[in-house]
């Protein structure tokens, strides 16, 4: 149970710690994109013993908006969604770089605004197409599942996944970034100049893209395709029970194809044995009418164990995706507590049935919920292969299942309280981008935690309560997105 405490502090607009105000024709807000909040707290703090008046949230008074690292396409950005949250008629405060705020602490008044302080003035109005609404983080902008962009996302994509493989952690985010802000964009690029000024594009990525606009092929990309490491790493880490870590152990001894594994098969984990004995069921794609099948006997077995208890998809097929690789329930019951002890029950169950080739359960960890990280949160879950009965005559399975009559799927349950749950389903959606975009969001702009259990402030060191992932939306000041527009 997560400790009580106030809610919404973030979307309260607090009073302004302001004083007798100096200067009455300057009302300032600091708008805290990349300012961080103990900055904005120290020098509104600083603002005000100058007499200056500074509000804590943005309104129509506002005549001077401060920010700092933030680029003019972004400003604008910024204040085109404020004010049209505003009545209309409102006069548009000026957007001020951080300089002018130092200037005028510096000069104990405010000093005469200048074209240098001014961050809407930079924008070039000849940019195509426009990147000021290409907000910096995945999770401040819709990514819809199919865009505009694939052959570069993928491209870009293929050389995270290659920085990955090479413990490259820095490059592969990178590159992620770039092949995110693509899938973003609202039309094809279809020429380099487009790139300009869009958030995380790099010398690299435009190299790359550059290649793919003039010759259809980036010669870097292919090599890596072709490349044994690439392929190799490919193949092990697609193996149900195998992380990058230990596909590169196998790797540097020598090993390339499954049929070297099998051979070492003493030395796998039972996930892995596992893995490897489904592998061709578990590398074909699940399609929505097995999401549909498992749903029900999922449900089926959830309420035979817990009445009342739900089960919910999230994962990629609930962010829209017609095919996946695995499945991902999530367990609740409207009644905190009842979840505990549930999925034992579950599993019991489902093994009774027959729909359970392997399960490997693992119990809730309690302890410290603000320091879990999001891959590896605290439920207590299942990741399970399932024996999916098939309709006759579904063109799966192989040579030692002559009927065809079932197929192996992973599928991964996991259980969640209510009071939970909203971050659960957040957490679990992904795509793992823009999960990590959202959770780097938080840390950086709001000072805030977040993980699959809650949203956690350390300074306050309270938690927040929510109902729904809307809720955690409005809490980071960020646009709701549905599942749909998490494909980032
Ligand atoms: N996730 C998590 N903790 C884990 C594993 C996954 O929080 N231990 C998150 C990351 C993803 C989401 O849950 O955003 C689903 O994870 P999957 O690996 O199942 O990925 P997807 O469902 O998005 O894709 P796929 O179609 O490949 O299954
Ligand atoms: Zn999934
Ligand atoms: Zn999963």
Redesign the pocket.
Known sequence: MLPKRRRARVASPSAAPSSAARFPGVTIYLAEPHMGRSRQAFLTRLAVSKGFRVLSAYSPEVTHVVMEGTSAEEAVCWQERKTSALPPGCTRPVLLDISWFTESMAAGQPVPVECRHRLEVAVPKKKMPSPAWMLPYACQRPTPLVHHNASLSEALETLAEAAGFDGSEGRQISFYRAASVLKALPSPVTALSQLQGLPHFGEHSCRVVQELLEHGVCDEVERIRLSERYQTMKLFTQIFGVGVRTADQWYQKGLRTLDDLQEESHRLTQQQKAGLQHHRDLSALILWSEVEALQQVVEAAVTQALPGATVTL????R?G?LQ???V?FLITHPQEGQEAGLLPRVMCYLKEQGLVLYHQHQHSQQGDLTQQS????AFERSFCIFRLPQPPGAAVGGAQKPCFAWKAVRV?LVVAPISQFPFALL??????HF?RELRRFSRKEKGLCLN?HGLFDPEQKTFFHVASEEDIFRLLDLEYLPPEQRNA
Not at 314 to 317: L, P, Q, T, V
Not at 374 to 377: F, G, V
Not at 427 to 432: H, L, R
């Open positions: 999230a994962g990629g097929f962010r995706k996946g690789h695995d991902d999001h891959t590896m949160d991964d957490g679990w959606t992904g795509s793992k999960e699959s």
